[in-house]
Each structure stands twice: as C-alpha cells, then as structure tokens.
C-alpha cells in the first residue's frame, strides 16, 4: 500500500509543490509545479516599499496542487512551509487588508532601537529569547499602518494565511510563532509582556489578532477551497496538516542524524546553522552573540544563528545578468574551486549584503576598505562569497557549541545549497568537522514525514522519522582537508 502527500515549500526566491509517495518506509519525491518569488518593489508614501505576490503564489499553489491530484494520484494529505516572520492581515469579512510587506522592505529601520526604548533589549531576550534582527515580526508590527491595524480583525503567519485560503480554519502553527519575538519558548504560549509592550508603549493592540496556537502535526482541517476539489485514496476530503511550518523546522525534521551530537546547516537564501536541543537558552552570552531560539518538531528547540546563505551569490549572479554578462552557475563554481583560497573574505553577515542590488561592486568596496585584493572576475567575487560563507558557518558552529555547551561530532547540510559542492568542502575545512551533504529536498521531506505521521502513516519520534528520511536520500560525505586549520584561523583574524 502507498499514500501520497503533497509539500507545499516556499522559499524567499523559489516555490514549489512536491508530491512524495510513501511506499515500503521510504518517499518517493516527484515535482508537481516550481515557480519564482520575490518581493516587489513599489512607490509609497514613505519612499520605495517591499511587498510579496501572495495572490501569485495562491494561485501557483492550486496549480501545483491539481497537477500532483491529476498526475500522480489522489493526495492523502498537503502541507505547508515557508519562510518566517511575515504576515497577512484579514478584515471582519475575511479578506486580506493589502499584500504582505516583505522583511526585506526598509520600513523596520531604527524599530529595535525604538522597541528598545520602552523594553530594553537584554530584558527581552530574557523573556523570548529571539535574535534581534530588524525584521522580526515584533518590529514590523510596530511600523505597520495604524489603518491597516485599525481594520484588522486577525493576523496570520504566511503558511498560516495560505492553510485559511486551502480550509477556512485559521490557526498559527507554532514553529513560525516562535520566530515573532511574541513566543515564550519556554511555555511555549504567547508572551503577555511583549503583547503588553506593543500595547502599553505604542498603542498596538495585537493580542486580540493571534489566531490559536497549534503544534506541528496537527490536523487543520479539510481543503475545500473553491474549485480545488482534493480527496485522499479513500475518497474523503484532503486534510490540511500543521507541519513545522517554518521552512528551517522542516529542514531540521531532515536532519539525517542517528546521534543528538550534531550541528545543522540549512542551506538556501538563507542559511541557518545550529543546534537541535531540549530547551532555550537564554543566558546573557547567547544575547551578545545575537543567537536564536526557535521551537522544532517534538517539543524540541533549535538554537541558531541566521546566516546571510546564498543571497549574495543570486544577487551577484542576477546582477551579472543584467549587465549582459553569460554567467552559468555550475561553469562559474568550477571556475571558483580553482581561484586561489582565502585571498579576500568578507563579513557576509554586514548590513550592506541584505538589501538587493549590486553584490559584486558591494563586496568589491568592502575588500578596499579592509585592506584587501580586490576580486575582479565573476569567478573571484564567487570563491570570496563562499569562503566568506564557510567561514561564517565556522564561527556560528563554534559559537552555538560553547554558549550551549554541547557537544559536536559531525555537521549536516541540508537544501539546495549543497548542489555547490565547493561550498560543502569548504565547509567540511573551515569547520575541521566531517560534514555530511543531504537531503537537498530537505524542507519538503521534514514537510511530508510529518504529514505521514498526522495521518497514521508513520509511527514514533523523531528518531523514527530521520530512518524514513535516510532511506529516502542520497547523502555525500565531505572530510577537512589537510593543514586547513591554520589557514582558516587566519582568514578568522582578518576579520576581527
């Protein structure tokens, strides 16, 4: 016997829909529908804002979603993960109140710093345990429009809007509420003094717009959306499962581990890079290294750091393409791996790499003002992008194992990051850890191992679930290279 899911996994720049049939303890993944993303930019009243094409995405979702029905077969469940911190708002009828702001838009400048004012920054941590970053849930609704508020009846997280679109059920899946700064990681419940703060020092009332708190693997309720008729083998609707929603939640159910002594590397536009534990840790030296607690899958809490990952690579490459340069991206890597290692690195984490625009001139000044080579050649700008990476990923391992104190033997690297194979090398030397590459599926396999197991497909843990992702991968395993240590050591000390 065989059930089939779909995974609804959008990303930052890509989205897709993937129907994994579980057949004998193993999935069997097949694409149903691949699109772009990205914010948008359009005029305000307030200078240039960023938003997201959720109506695009809706509808490209639906078409993903009949294609696996029609293609592959009847879809025993779907469920749905993207990015975090983002939001719609919906009015008393239901309808959304304007597109999403993106968390890339500007408009969160200076909010910390304003929030800070009224509860101070290391009190905070203390209660949420979040990494301050200006785009965090917390802040945007700080800057959100007093209208738009005004007028909202609910708030819903994206995966959490898009679940209300596919069933009517509005709920807000935990592991993307604990990425708000909202979220007791602890209690694991919303935190009445940051609801109080946002209340009691700016006048934004949000309490009354959360939606109920749900963990992954709940049942949210059957898709009946309107013209998307879903029923599973058995002929009753299609259920909506909450999995670990936040993309990275799903990433880490991935984790091909057998052990508890690993650090995780997700690995996309983003790449988060951590550690799976039991609880938060909240101490006044994971505040000062900026590190986070987000809740995982089966109680667990995945204490990491946000890495800038290969968004300076894709605005490199786009801004090659739009100067009329011929860059292919496999040619270019290859090209990378032979340029000299280690001759110019940048602090890939810097302010100037978030926004889009022209990485190559960006890191061209940075490697100038530091007293660097300065990389000229498409080739050049790649290899100091990912030794800039990898070295970044050495200092967040180490960081993450001192401040909690535990324990690391191998890294895992999962998601499309790890198709660069120079990149997971580098990775496997900056680190001196053996790091093992798989699934590059990752999201979607965590995204549908939960399903499977909400619908009583699968039974156990997390333990349990990772043997059914092994079988399900292929996996490369990547050893440091010789004398790598001291090299890497002092691309360390350039950067202070």
């Not at 997201?52 to 293609?71: F, M, P, S, Y």
């Not at 995966?159 to 509005?170: I, M, Q, S, V």
């Not at 690995?267 to 590190?291: F, H, I, Q």
Request: glycine content about 10%; overall charge negative; aromatic content about 6%.
């Amino acid at each position: 016997m065989s059930l089939t899911m779909a995974a609804i996994d959008l990303g930052a720049s890509s989205g897709r829909v993937i129907a994994g049939t579980l057949r004998d303890g193993r999935f069997e993944l097949q694409e149903a529908g691949r699109f772009p993303n990205g914010p948008v930019a359009v005029p305000g009243g307030r200078g240039p804002r960023m938003h997201w094409d959720v109506l695009r995405l809706w509808e490209e979702i639906q078409r993903g979603l009949r294609t696996a029905a029609h293609d592959i077969g009847p879809l025993d469940s779907v469920g749905i993960d993207t990015w975090a911190v983002d939001y719609g708002l919906l009015d008393s009828s239901g309808e959304l109140v304007g597109n999403p702001a993106s968390y890339r838009c500007p408009r969160t400048e200076g909010a910390p710093e304003r929030f800070f004012s009224h509860l101070p920054a290391d009190e905070m941590y203390h209660r949420v345990g979040v990494q301050v970053q200006p785009f965090n849930t917390v802040f945007q609704l700080l800057v959100e429009s007093g209208e738009r508020l005004r007028i909202a009846e609910q708030l819903l997280l994206l995966p959490d809007l898009l679940g209300y679109w596919l069933t009517g059920r509005r709920v807000t899946e935990m592991t993307n509420a604990s990425s708000t700064g909202l979220l007791d990681p602890g209690s694991r419940q919303w935190h009445p003094d940051l609801l109080g703060a946002l209340e009691s020092g700016f006048g934004r009332d949000v309490q009354r717009l959360l939606a109920p708190l749900v963990e992954p693997g709940a049942i949210v309720g059957p898709v009946n959306a309107p013209g998307l008729e879903l029923t599973t083998a058995d002929g009753v609707p299609t259920p909506l499962v909450a999995v670990g929603s936040h993309d990275t939640a799903s990433a880490v159910v991935a984790v091909p581990a057998e052990g508890k002594d690993f650090a995780y590397i997700s690995c996309g536009t983003w790449s988060l890079v951590g550690l799976e534990l039991d609880a938060p840790v909240r101490s006044e030296a994971a505040r000062a290294a900026n590190l986070t607690n987000e809740l995982g899958v089966d109680g667990t809490v995945r204490f990491l750091k946000n890495v800038m990952g290969l968004w300076v690579f894709n605005e490199a490459v786009r801004t090659w393409r739009s100067q009329r340069v011929d860059v292919d991206i496999p040619e270019l890597v290859a090209q990378a791996a032979s340029c000299e290692p280690l001759r110019t690195v940048i602090d890939i984490d810097a302010p100037e790499f978030f926004p889009p625009g022209d990485m190559p001139s960006r890191i061209q000044e940075s490697a100038r003002r530091t007293g660097q080579p300065v990389p000229g050649s498409p080739a050049e700008v790649a290899r100091c992008i990912f030794d800039s990476l990898a070295l970044a990923y050495r200092r967040s391992i180490r960081q993450t194992v001192e401040i909690a104190d535990h324990e690391v033997s191998v890294v895992h690297m999962v998601g499309g990051g790890i198709q660069n194979t120079l990149l997971c090398q580098l990775t496997a030397d900056a680190t001196g850890l053996p790091v093992v590459a798989g699934p590059v599926e990752g999201t979607a396999l965590g995204n549908l191992v939960v399903q499977a197991r909400a619908i009583g497909a699968l039974e156990g843990g997390l333990p349990e679930l990772r043997d059914v992702v092994r079988a399900s991968s292929e996996m490369v395993g990547y050893r440091p290279g010789a004398g790598a240590e001291s090299r890497w050591s002092a691309a360390e000390r350039r950067l202070g």
